[in-house]
């Protein structure tokens, strides 16, 4: 029974849909204005709506002995993950038209949302008079694409429901230092699939300067992020209490490997964003006491 659950919260973007939600929320702690939570609510379920889509859909049930685990569950659980996107897109437009932010989050929302459809559908002329592409079949932009949506979304999103300005310090430091945190992670699950890309020619970081460049890439973004020392917390336990989930992102990068098991990128790669939302949250309730 708790394999069968946890399984499910992993396979299933519940873990990640959470730690999207806590990472807003640790954002606005960080910046010390209350924040409603309909708006990490909202960006939970658009999480759990947009990472379940693929699983959703139909797929060959005759499996190849060797599946991933993770691939066999999604094949396996279709049905419940169909009942999850169509609940989850039900909450998304429920919190989106009851929202007091509606008329500050239209324009960002849309751009994201444009931004995804290109990341996949065919929208960029192909090579040569070749098949057309997206964004994501551009070398190198997958990875970058995926950084700037996601602290768009946990850093942007509730800096304008908040009124904060975009360029100010405490909020153009904090997406500075969330991008190259989740280029890092990222950069994890690229070497997962570094061999899949390269049979579906998916030009990403990894299969372009190799695997051990790819990791040494993404320990070089785990610097860069520790870096960006964000103003106002306290130089010593504030910033202590940050270089947790600093040091364990570094520790995942390394061990990384192909052959790992789906549950050292579903459940330690995934879970440190949510150990990184509750760093920032504590770190900013030492700030605010």
């Known amino acids: 029974m708790f394999w069968a659950v946890a399984d499910a919260v992993l ?13 807003v929320a640790a954002s606005a702690r960080y910046w010390q204005q209350p924040l409603p939570l309909s ?3 909202l960006v939970f379920v658009a999480t759990l709506l947009v990472y379940n889509l693929n699983g959703a859909r139909r797929h060959n049930l005759r499996l190849p002995p060797n599946v991933p685990a993770r691939r066999r569950w999604i094949v396996q659980h279709r049905p419940l993950l169909l009942v999850v996107v169509l609940g989850s897109a039900a909450a998304v437009l429920a919190l989106y038209f009851t929202s007091p932010f509606i008329e ?13 459809l290109a990341y996949s559908w065919p929208v960029l002329p192909g090579r040569n008079g070749g098949r057309r592409r997206g964004l994501r079949d551009i070398p ?20 304008l ?35 899949r890309d390269r049979r579906a020619g998916t030009a990403t970081l990894p299969v372009l300067l190799g695997y051990e460049r790819g990791r040494y890439v993404a320990l070089g973004c785990v610097v860069a992020s520790a870096s960006l020392v964000l103003p106002g917390l306290p130089l010593t336990t504030g910033q202590w ?14 061990f990384a490997e192909e052959a790992r098991s789906d549950y050292y990128f579903a459940l330690l790669a995934d879970g440190l964003l949510l150990v990184q939302a509750v760093a920032l949250y504590v770190a900013a309730t030492m700030l605010g006491t």
Do not use: M
Not at 104 to 116: D, E, K, N
Not at 140 to 156: E, H, Q
């Open 39 to 41: 708006v990490p609510g």
């Open 104 to 116: 500050r989050l239209t324009w960002f929302l849309a751009h994201l949302a444009l931004l995804s």
């Open 241 to 254: 209490v940050l270089a947790v989930p600093t040091l364990l992102t570094a520790l995942v990068v390394w």
């Open 11 to 23: 396979y299933g973007n519940g873990l990640l849909a959470a730690a999207a939600a806590a990472l």
């Open 140 to 159: 190198g932009l997958k990875t970058l694409l995926i950084g700037y949506v996601w602290s768009a979304v946990t850093v942007w999103l509730p800096a």
């Open 161 to 195: 429901c908040l009124e904060q300005s975009l360029v100010s310090a405490p909020v153009g430091l904090l997406f500075a230092r969330r991008f190259f945190f989740i280029l890092a992670i990222a950069l994890v699950f690229d070497l997962r699939d570094i061999s």
